[in-house]
């Protein structure tokens, strides 16, 4: 029997107090996103792969310490518009099995002196309901973890 696939899909916005093209910038940058897109302090990511590009493909791995497996993400860019938006559809595996796919969207629109970006996923999840709370867990980090990094960025 195959495990049954389960579906969910949100959107999680926030503004930042900076430009949509330093808000681009920052999902550029692989050394940056090292930093930014880690959930937790306590939590490892390296990339193996960047290719930022439409039809480009990012493989990355995350682990706590102590953990013998790491989650490995595999991210396809399907669509980029400097400043404006990614579309990325990504897979998520552990220790060599599919836990789900995602297609995420990423929209930066400027909002004042600064921008507001919304970041709408759509998951299918094939080891059950349960990794949708690390899914808008992990993602609500990551869109807060950025204000940190966008601040010290801009700071001379």
């Known amino acids: 029997m195959t495990d049954r696939i389960t ?4 959107t999680l916005e926030r503004r930042y107090d900076a430009t949509p093209a330093q808000i681009f910038a920052a999902w550029k940058d692989v050394e940056g996103r090292t930093q930014w897109q880690k959930p937790a302090d306590h939590l490892h990511l390296v990339y193996d792969a960047d290719d930022f590009r439409v039809g480009g493909c990012d493989i990355s791995r995350c682990w706590a310490d102590g953990d013998a ?3 490995e993400a595999v991210v396809v860019y399907q669509d980029i518009v400097p400043d404006r938006r990614i579309i990325m559809s990504e897979t998520v595996s552990l220790a060599g099995r599919n836990l789900s796919s995602a297609l995420a969207t990423v929209e930066i629109d400027p909002d004042g002196a600064g ?3 919304r970041l709408t996923l759509q998951i299918a999840a094939e080891t059950g309901s349960d990794i949708f709370a690390g899914y808008r867990e992990g993602w609500g980090a990551l869109l807060e973890n950025l204000v940190s990094h966008l601040t010290r960025e801009t700071i001379p």
């Open 69 to 71: 497996n790491a989650y």
């Open 115 to 117: 921008a507001r970006m």
């Open 7 to 10: 579906h969910e899909r949100f």
